[in-house]
Every structure is written in C-alpha cells, then in structure tokens.
C-alpha cells in the first residue's frame, strides 16, 4: 500500500516537547515545596469559597476545557507578579477585543483525550479524525482573527496575539485527514492510497456485473411466476434472489443462503453469481483492510504530534479563559488592578508616592455582589417587553448608584503595616470583609478584574492562607480552640516575607486572659514574618498593640448606637467596640444587670481605654458625619452658584447688543408716533380749511373750538405722561398672581413671569429667561388685558418655557457663521441625561427638554443604555435630526452606553 505522493509524514515530535505544566493540578496552586503548604492553600481556597467564584468565570467560557477549568476551579494563577501581571494584560486586550471584534471558538474541542489514545496505540475512529481536524482549523482561524486585530497598530491585542505565535498548527495533519476523510459523510476517501482507489474501482465493477446478473435472474423467476416482484437482496453477506418455495425448480443449483419465517420465501444465490459473491468478499475485506491501513498512519501522525497539540490545546486554553476572565469583568463592572511595589523597591525607583501599600475603594464581595446582578437581570427581562433591550454589558455599566447590596468597602493599608487588627461587634461585616481581601488577591493574581471603583493596588502575594470558622473535628479529636491552634501553627510555619495571612477571631475559645496572651504572642511573630496578616477580634487590648509598634494598624467596623445596626463599613486607624451592653440594654435587659456589667468593666479595663472606645469613638463618628454632611452641601451649592454666574456673565456680555437694538427699535417707534401725530393734525387743519371757506360767521367759533379739542385730542395720545396718574393708581391696588406675565421697570418694561407670590415686604420673585430674581412690587407693571395671556396647567407652563428657550438659543445661534467654542467635556450631574428604564415617549420628552434647556455651545451626555431597543434608537433618531445638535459621538470604550451631543 502507499499513500498519495501529496503527503511526505515527517518525524515525531517529542510528546514532551510542550508539557502542560501550567493546568496540572500540582502547579495551579503555586504550591510551596512541602505537603502542608498545599494542604492549607487548598483549605484556603475552600475557605474563601474560591470555586464559587470560577463557577461564575464557567459562564463566560466558550470551549469545553475553558468550562471545565473553571468548573473544577483549575484557572492558572500567576507563580509570580511578573505572569500574573501579564494574566492582567490578556484580560484587558480581550476587554477591548470583545468590545470591537469578539472571536469564534465554536469548532475548538477539547482534543486531549484523542490524541492521548492515538499516543496509547489505539487505532482513531473517522469521527475523532473529523474533530480532530475542526480543531485545529478553528485554532488557526483564532489565531489569523488576532492578526488582523493587530494588524492595525494597536498594540493592546499584543499581549493575546503572543500567547498562540509558537504554535504549532499542524497544517499539513489537518490537510492529510482532509485529503483522506471527507468530514461530512464520515467515509473515507479512494483517493487516499493507490491500492484503495483499484479496489474500489475493481468493487464498483464487479458489483455493477453482479446487480445486472441477480436482476435477470429476478426477472425470469417473476415472469414464471416465481415471486410477486422482483426481488434482489443480501443474505450472509452475500447478494442473492428471492424465490418462492414452490418454484425452487427454478434456480435448480442456486445455494439456499436464509429461508423466511413462514418458509414460502427461499433466499437463493444463483450459480452465476457465486464466484461474483466471492469476489466482493475479498474486494470488501481488502477494502476494509486498506482503511485500517489508512486510519492507522492517521492515528500514527497525531501519536507523532502529540507535545504540539497538547500546547496548542494549552494556549488556546489560554486565550479562553482570557475572554472569560474579560466578560466577567464586564459582567460585574470591574476594574484592573495593579500590583504594588515593596518599600525597599519604592525607595530605589526613586518614586514618592509609597503612603499607600495597599489601596482599594468601594470593593464588594464578588458573591454577593452575583445576587445583585441577578435582580438587575431580572428587572431587564421583564422590561424588554417595553421596547428596551437589556444585556449583560448594559447592565454592568449601569451598576454604578444602582447597587447598594453588598456594601462597597475602602481598603486602605500603608507602607510598613504588616498587621491589621480588626474588632468591632458581631454581625458587623469582619469575616466579609476580610474575605473580599482575600479573594481580591487571589482574583488579581489569577488575572481577574475586581468589583471596585477607580485604580486598586495591592501586593503580590505568593500564598494566601486563612484561618476562617469552626475548625472542629470529631475524628481527630480537636475542640474549636484546638483545632483553630492546630491550624495556625501549620500556618506560622510555611508563611514567607510574601504571604497573606487571614485569621478570624483569633484567640477565641478560651479563657480570655490566656487567648488575650497567646494573640499578642502570634501577631509579634506574624510581624517580622509575612506581607501582610489581617486579624479579627473582640480583645480590646490588641488594638493596644499600635502603640508600641507602627507595624501595627488598626481597623474598625462602623456601628450606629442609634439604630444598634451596622454600617458595613471599615474605619481604618480606629478601634472599634463590641456594644455588647448597648445592645443589651436595648433589648430589655433588667437595668441592675447592665449597671453590674459596666462595673466589672470599669474594674478590667482603665479609664482611658473606655473612653477612647467609648466617647471619642462616637464623637468622631458624629463630627465626621457631620462634615460629610456639611461637604456635600457646600458642593451643591458651590455648583448651583458657579451655574448662576456663568448664566449672568453670559446675559452681561449680550446685553449691549440687546441694548443697541432696543434703542433703535424704540427710536423707530417713536419716530413712526411723531410722523402720525404730524399727519393727522395736517389732516385736521385741512378740514378746519375746507370748513371755514363756506362756513358762516355764527359757525366760526364752534368750528374753532372743534379743531382745538382735536388737535388737543392728538396731543394728548401722543404725549410721554399719557395716562401716567391712572397707570400709577391702578399699579398701587395691583396684586400679580403666581404664572403671569408682567412688564419689568428695571429692564425698559421686558416680559418676565411671577414665580412666587408678593411677600409681607411687597417683593415679587420673577423669572426672566434663566435668571430669577426678587423686585418691588412697584418695579412692575400688568400686561393691558387685550394683551395678558394666563397659563393654565403645569403641562402649559412647561410648553412656553420650552418654547422661549427654544427662541433664547436660536436667537443666540443666529450668526452661524462664527465657530461655535464648545466648553469642556466632562461628564456631570447638570449636563447628563439618564433615559434608561423609560418609554419611549417618555424618553423623547425629556431628551426634547434637556436640549432646549442646553446653552449654546455647551455638550449633553445622553446616556441610553448599550442594548439595541426602541429607547437607544429613538436618541439616536432626534440627536441626528434636532436643528440643535450640531455633532455627536456614539458610545465607545471610556462610554458604554452614552452618547456625547454637541448643542449650538
């Protein structure tokens, strides 16, 4: 037998030559050499319930290794802070490359067992071939998709692109079983050797001869009546005729091969077609022969490619877990975290900025956080019947203000802290908290992005092990307490200068004095020993600690002596208390019993210790609180003020322009009244001449006093003081009401609108365009009532105030041949508008108002959600077609979700 000269097999490969270090088992761990380290590190993981969080990476995973690894928590971590900072990397190129081209992994299978029986000896089916070969044309076209991503400059898919650029695609395996197989009929090819293409033309005559044979001999036996039909079949792998029993004479040295159930039918293998038969047989064997031959140089060459495909699987592995790793950072709206130097690295960079060692704001736990984003997913696949489409990336950018469950914390260790003492009451968040510190470092390590806001730092740390709940064991015969002291002592003996230990009520479970002794005793041991250890406690004296030695810090859990419930939130330089006798006290305890508790208190703990706890504690809480409160409203109104300065400078800078044409507009009026007064005296002095031509002596005086009383008349309509006494009176009993439009003195009697009614002092709050301000009530004037025009409604009151900004901004817009100088863009509360969660017609009514009410040259943030619903559409729609929106910019990676408008 050969094979096709297409084909040159080439030496195997070392089946070594790639090793799959980075999945086994013994390396995902970053274990230490000794069995204990990894005995307490798989505790840990198990403790900090790190397989929950890979069972949430297992849904963004799109191959099967990718959700297998996750599902058994097999996800590599970085064995050291150069590999997981480039995990980091790769999650952020795929962050950017889901955004703008996400990748196809729908042909990869996980070929590993495949090609470990191919190297075992055993012979591959066509179906294993088939996905063999699909594999790895869909690893080639992953890794052509990254190309052409790079191809363009950006750099960012780098870290992606250069984890399959040593790989072997196997291109000519993957030519050879196409050449041989064709995938979608599942049969082998003839033209995969010389000797199968002859046997197969030698089968297609021979059987072609045999057919035509059996249908004569069919023919004959149903002319003589013999059968019903003619009937050609295959009996005991031989072809043959069917005949009925009574007309066996028919085929008298025909050999009976099968009879029928009721035995009327004979099965019959005419004489002719015997050496036929033969013949097929031993063309069907070789056939099957040649096939096997086939299959096993097939299974041969991938046994030889072993070492290349199990690193291909690998690193296609990789860059799975890589886009997972990215989707669950959109998922939960995550931040990239950095890695911290270590104080003597700081100091030889040259950097100053070392007050921070470790530094995360507003994280939240990533499994309580999963509940969080389950509500907000339901409440998005119950209002898309609205006409809003909702996804997972909507979703996570509009996390933000909408979360309040769990309680974001501040993280916040310096420089040189290597242990922090953590007390407060029960049920106040400890264990949470320190939990979230834990799986943060295990999360960063491995990659993953975390729930936080802003730029998280923290160590690197090579072992993260924890001392969390009841470590009780009947079968080895350990209490609470020991089997905690079991635990630590394991702990106390593998830790390194780059650890983190996580103890949990430490020194718990026994006599208080001795627990208090052998605490103290673990933390001065711990201090010159590790990274970082975060304790929690009841023991007021080890807060004490940070007093003899700055490598201590001290952290608190807030808690309201009002409400007696917890704020979740750390107070990192504080000590927190217990609150056992407030809570006490509140819950009824008899009044003696409480009073004999606080005096046993005050004979164990000093004076100063109870008042630090105690007073200082709460007053700071309540001075901080009340600064807080007091910033916050000092910012309002700073903004509220600088708003009203920048409306007032702009009014100031048009108002010479308004002025101008209201002089010349008034000139012209005035000049218009002279030129009419002139021409209806002329008119009267004309009749008074007509008149006094055929006028009679006796009608001379009357006629006289007629002209005088109308030239007087036409005087008096034209005169300044015209009416001025009754305008004064009836200004006097005049009360404007609440809505009306009313003439302003001050502003050359200019249109403004009551806001408030007149006050005890006779001032009236009025509105003149944007600008409210309080006048006398003598320093306005009513509208003559031919010309008043009330509102009615607030729906009326909306529209004009609508519509006069619509004239204020196209009255400023009007010289459009002057560049419009648009202010900064940067995002806030005053220029953006929030349409999600509405309707459409809701939608268009507020985005129609916040662009009426919009300045000239000014930008609006429109922020519409990331979905392709009716609601993003219908913005899209009035931003490309208002006469005011000069320009837009449509989501991108610093805005999903939002829309930048430009407004003239």
């Known amino acids: 037998m050969q094979i096709a000269n297409l084909f040159s097999f080439s030496a195997p490969k070392s089946p070594h030559l790639f090793p799959r270090a980075a999945f ?39 191959t099967s290794m990718g959700f297998s690894a996750a599902r058994t928590a097999a996800i590599p971590f970085g064995r050291s802070r150069d590999e997981s900072q480039k995990l980091l990397d790769q999650t952020a190129a795929a962050v950017v490359a889901i955004g703008s081209r996400p990748l196809d992994f729908s042909g990869i ?85 010389d000797d199968l293409e002859i046997i197969t033309s030698e089968r297609k005559r021979n059987m072609e001869t045999l057919e035509a044979l059996l249908k004569g001999v069919s023919s004959q036996i149903f002319q003589a009546g013999g059968i019903d039909s003619p009937l050609i079949t295959k009996r005991r ?9 009574s007309h066996r004479y028919l085929l008298p040295d025909g050999v009976i091969l099968d009879v029928s159930s009721s035995g ?60 997972a790793r990215a989707g669950h950072a959109l998922w939960m709206n995550g931040v990239c975290p950095s890695f911290t130097l270590e104080f003597s690295e700081v100091v030889d960079s040259g950097n100053s900025d070392y007050s921070t060692f470790l530094d995360i704001d507003g994280i939240q736990h990533p499994l309580l956080l999963e509940s969080s984003l389950r509500s907000l997913l339901d409440i998005g696949s119950k209002n898309s019947s609205d006409g809003v489409s909702y996804s997972s990336h909507h979703l996570a950018n509009s996390l933000d203000g909408v979360s309040d469950y769990p309680v974001p914390i501040d993280i916040k260790i310096g420089h040189g802290t290597r242990v922090a003492v953590i007390s407060g009451p029960n049920t106040g968040g400890k264990t949470a908290s320190m939990k979230t510190l834990g799986l943060a470092s295990l999360m960063s390590k491995a990659g993953m992005f975390l729930p936080a806001r802003n730029n998280p730092k923290l160590p690197w740390f090579n072992l993260v092990l924890a001392d969390i709940g009841d470590q009780q064991s009947l079968e080895q015969n350990l209490s609470t307490f ?40 673990i933390l001065q ?84 210790q109870l008042e630090r706890r105690g007073l200082l504690n709460q007053s700071l809480g309540e001075e901080r609180d009340r600064l807080e409160a007091q910033a916050k409203k000092a910012a309002s109104l700073h903004a509220d003020v600088i708003e009203l300065y920048c409306e007032i400078q702009d009014e100031a800078e048009d108002l010479d322009k308004r002025e101008t044409a209201l002089m010349l507009k008034e000139t012209l009026l005035v000049q218009r009244e002279v030129k009419a007064a002139k021409s ?26 007629k002209s005088e009383s109308a030239i007087s008349s036409i005087l008096e309509a034209h005169s300044p003081g015209y009416g001025s006494s009754a305008r004064e009176t009836d ?100 220029n953006t508008v929030d349409l999600r969660g509405m309707r459409v017609e809701e939608a268009s009514y507020n985005l129609e108002m916040a662009i009426a009410e919009r300045e000239s040259g000014s930008v609006l943030f429109v922020i519409h959600g990331m979905g392709t619903g009716a609601v993003k559409e219908r913005a899209l729609e009035m931003l490309r077609n208002h006469p005011r929106v000069a320009n837009y910019e449509q989501e991108s990676s610093r805005n999903y979700g939002c829309t930048i408008a430009y407004i003239n």
């Open 24 to 62: 086994k088992p013994s390396h995902r761990l970053s274990l230490s050499p000794t069995t204990t380290a990894a005995t307490l590190e798989a505790e840990t993981l198990q403790l900090l319930e790190w397989s929950s969080v890979c069972n949430q990476l297992s849904a963004f995973t799109s």
């Open 109 to 193: 299978e996980d070929v590993s067992g495949i090609v470990n029986s191919a190297y075992s000896g055993v012979l591959l089916t066509i179906k294993e071939l088939c996905s063999m070969r699909r594999t790895l044309m869909a690893a080639r076209a992953l890794s052509e998709k990254l190309k052409e991503l790079s191809s363009s400059g950006d750099c960012r898919y780098l870290p992606l692109l250069e984890l399959l650029q040593n790989c072997d695609f196997q291109v000519e395996l993957e030519q050879k079983i196409r050449f041989c197989i064709d995938c979608n009929l599942s049969i082998i090819l003839s033209r995969a050797s």
């Open 237 to 245: 792998s031989r072809m043959c005729v069917a005949v009925r029993a």
């Open 264 to 323: 009327a039918t004979y099965f019959v293998e005419p004489r002719d077609a015997v050496e036929l038969n033969n013949m097929e047989v031993r063309l069907s064997n070789a056939e099957n022969s040649e096939e096997i031959a086939i299959l096993s140089l097939l299974t041969s060459e991938i046994a030889k490619s072993k070492g290349a495909m199990e690193y291909l699987l690998d690193k296609v592995l990789e860059v799975d877990l890589a886009f």
């Open 482 to 521: 020991s089997g905690h002291m079991s635990r630590i002592r394991n702990i106390l003996e593998v830790v390194s200068e780059e650890s983190l230990v996580l103890i949990d009520e430490i020194g718990g479970g026994t006599d208080p004095s001795e627990g208090l002794a052998l605490s103290t005793s």
């Open 525 to 608: 041991y711990l201090k010159d020993r590790v990274n970082l250890a975060v304790v929690t406690t009841h023991y007021a004296d080890l807060s004490r600690l940070k007093e003899k030695d700055n490598r201590f810090e001290n952290a608190a859990m807030e808690f309201s002596l009002e409400t007696l419930q917890p704020k979740y939130q750390i107070l990192w330089g504080s000590s927190g208390d217990s609150n056992a006798l407030s809570i006490a006290r509140t819950v009824g305890f008899d009044k003696n019993v409480v009073e004999n508790a606080e005096k046993w208190i005050e004979r164990l703990v000093p004076e100063q």
């Open 680 to 705: 209806q005296m002329e008119t009267v002095l004309q009749e008074f001449e007509n008149e006094l031509r055929t006028a009679s002596s006796n009608q001379l005086n009357s006629l006289i006093r």
């Open 731 to 830: 200004a006097n009993s005049y009360t404007p009401e609440v809505g009306e439009q009313v003439h302003l003195k001050g502003l050359r009697g200019k249109l403004a609108t009551v806001v408030e009614a007149p006050a005890d002092d006779e001032t009236v709050l009025v509105q003149y365009g944007k600008i409210k301000v309080r006048v006398k009530k003598s320093d306005i004037s009513p509208i003559p009532s031919s010309k008043k025009k009330a509102t009615t409604g607030s729906t009326q009151r909306l529209k004009q105030q609508l519509q006069a900004s619509r004239e204020f901004q196209s009255q400023r817009g009007d010289n459009k041949g002057e560049e419009v100088s648009y202010g900064p863009v940067v995002q806030t509360s005053k």
